[in-house]
């Protein structure tokens, strides 16, 4: 017998023996797993309750993963603070803190800067009272704030600009007894430039776009003018409907803008315009030399009027 056949031999009386023990012992062994898993079961508990108590359990796993899923995008991350700075809002007051983070919206490549103020509680700790997105891929600029006229708080000016120093935005905020107002916001002014006037208003300088010249063709290359001075008044209408502005007169140039902002948020009072200036836009505008004046009239009583005188003058003389 050769080496092939001897190996032919060996696999058959295998299978041989495999297949004999196989009808001997796999119908008791069947039987003991079988025993024992009923033996297990607690009572009272069978094979087709354990199938159906498998599928409730199922079912209600599903539903778990579909009802607790968020809708929507995925939320916004928000980081460590990249900057922070103590404010004073109110005389005699407690200090309040500006936080800046950095924060990436849902669906966004980018970060935006998100502004949170906050104020310290009677029982400790602290609690957000006002937060507002900045401009996308922005640096926080110092806070800074001016006095409310006619009340005990102060405003608050928010800023950032781009990493390119191609534009500023800001947040004008009013804080009085807890209470927080937007007075003014903008987002993306072109080479914006922001200062506090020594009569309590704040100023805002941009790059002014300059017509194009002949020798530019159509005109699709517009460098930038001379800037656009908008100057925002603030005024504070009390319970009792009184206005308080700013001291008088106050001083601008011909070509300038003004840009009335209260803590009634326009709803209570309206403006009306004498001399060099009138009514452009959101604000007036200033286009001709002398005195002028502003009238404001709360909840339409002229009982309740102020007045703010102004002089305009030529550009430069300021």
Not at 152 to 165: C, N, T
Not at 180 to 207: I, M, N, T, W
Not at 293 to 316: H, W, Y
């Amino acid at each position: 017998m050769n080496e092939r056949e001897l190996d032919a031999k060996l696999r058959q009386a295998r299978g041989e023996a495999e297949r004999f023990f196989a009808r001997r012992l796999r119908p008791s062994l069947e039987e003991g797993v079988y025993r024992r898993i009923r033996t297990d079961i607690p009572r009272g508990l069978r094979p087709g309750l354990l199938y159906r108590a498998g599928a409730v359990t199922a079912v209600l796993l599903l539903l778990a993963l579909v009802l607790l899923k968020p809708p929507g995008p995925a939320p916004a991350g928000v980081g460590n603070p990249v900057a922070q700075q103590p404010v004073v809002l109110e005389e005699q007051g407690p200090v309040h803190w500006i936080n800046f983070f950095r924060v990436s919206q849902p669906d966004s490549r980018g970060e935006s800067l998100l502004a949170v103020l906050w104020a310290p509680q009677s029982g400790g700790g602290w609690q957000p009272v006002y937060s507002s997105l900045l401009a996308v891929d922005g640096d926080p600029l110092p806070v800074s704030t001016l006095e409310l006229p006619g009340s005990q708080g102060r405003l608050v000016v928010i800023s950032s600009r781009d990493q390119r120093e191609e534009y500023l935005s800001y947040r004008l905020v009013g804080y009085e007894a807890g209470r927080v107002l937007s007075y003014h916001e903008k987002d993306y002014v072109p080479r914006g430039e922001l200062a506090v006037a020594q009569q309590g208003f704040l100023v805002e300088r941009r790059a002014a776009p300059r017509a194009p010249s002949p020798a530019e063709g159509n005109g699709s290359h517009c460098q930038q003018g001379p800037s656009a001075v908008t100057n925002l008044i603030p005024y504070y209408v009390d319970e009792g409907g009184q206005i308080t502005l700013p001291p008088e007169p106050l001083l601008l140039e011909v070509g300038q803008y003004l840009v009335l902002v209260g803590n009634d948020e326009g709803s209570r009072v309206e403006a009306f315009a004498r001399g060099g200036i009138s009514p452009f836009q959101d604000g007036f505008y200033a286009y001709a030399l002398g005195d002028a004046s502003l009238i404001l009239i709360a909840d339409g009583d002229p009982r309740r009027t102020a007045q703010l005188s102004i002089k305009v003058l030529e550009p430069g003389m300021e």
